[in-house]
Each structure stands twice: as C-alpha cells, then as structure tokens.
Nanobody
Framework: QVQLVESGGGLVQAGDSLRLSCAAS??????????EAWFRQAPGKEREFVAS????????LYADSVKGRFTISRDTAKDTVHLQMNSLKPEDTAAYYC?????????????????WGQGTQVTVSS
C-alpha cells in the first residue's frame, strides 16, 4: 500500500514563503505511481488542483492561480515531492494534500488520483 505523508504547513504572513514536502512509502512495482500532485481545499470550497509532476520530474503542470509563485519538484532518491510556495496570499489559505496517480499523463482531476495523504494546513494572514 502506498502511503503519502505531508509536512511543512504553518501560519505565515502575506508575501512569505513555505515549502511543503510529501514523503512516499510502501511503494511496490505494482502500485508505483506515475505522477504526484498537490491539491488544496479551503473551508466550504471544493478540492482544487495546485500542481503536478511526472515520475521523472521532467513534466509539470500548474493551476493558473499559482503559476509563477509555486514550484513543484521531486527528489527521486528520497521518494519525496516538494511544493515551494513563494509570495503567499491570504487566498492560498487551505489544507494542502499530496496525491499520487497511476495515470501516465498529468491530470488536474482529483478522481484520477489513487493515493492521498492526510493533509497539512497552510494559513496566510494579511
């Protein structure tokens, strides 16, 4: 069973930076994911795609709302995916979730992700 554990959330001020990490464990050849992504969900809102990265780190996809401010990356040796968040805004406040998919192409659709972490809270004050 693949397990994803997020870390790095916290309370920051507008304009600050945070780096989220997603550590994977329990991978097997059969359950190996093809890509990982970050989603976020604010209270009373639907889960929203943030960014995704493919298995070798060469392809990425971003939501328009974070393009130019957030960077997703992969440390293959440590089986970890990071989300560097710069120039944070109050509207970035949400619980951030790491997800893994066995779908080969990058996708924004949460239903296509098979594995999910429990989330880490990011709060940006104005």
């Amino acid at each position: 069973q693949v397990q994803l554990v997020e870390s790095g959330g916290g309370l920051v001020q507008a304009g600050d930076s945070l780096r989220l990490s997603c550590a994977a464990s329990g991978r097997t050849f059969r359950t190996r994911t093809k890509a990982e992504a970050w989603f976020r969900q604010a209270p009373g809102k639907e889960r929203e795609f943030v960014a995704s990265i493919n298995w070798n780190g060469r392809s990425t996809l971003y939501a328009d709302s974070v393009k130019g401010r957030f960077t997703i990356s992969r440390d293959t040796a440590k089986d970890t995916v990071h989300l560097q968040m710069n120039s944070l805004k109050p509207e970035d406040t949400a619980a951030y979730y790491c997800a893994g998919t066995t779908v080969l192409r990058l996708t924004r659709e949460p239903r296509q992700y098979d594995y999910w972490g429990q989330g880490t809270q990011v709060t940006v004050s104005s």
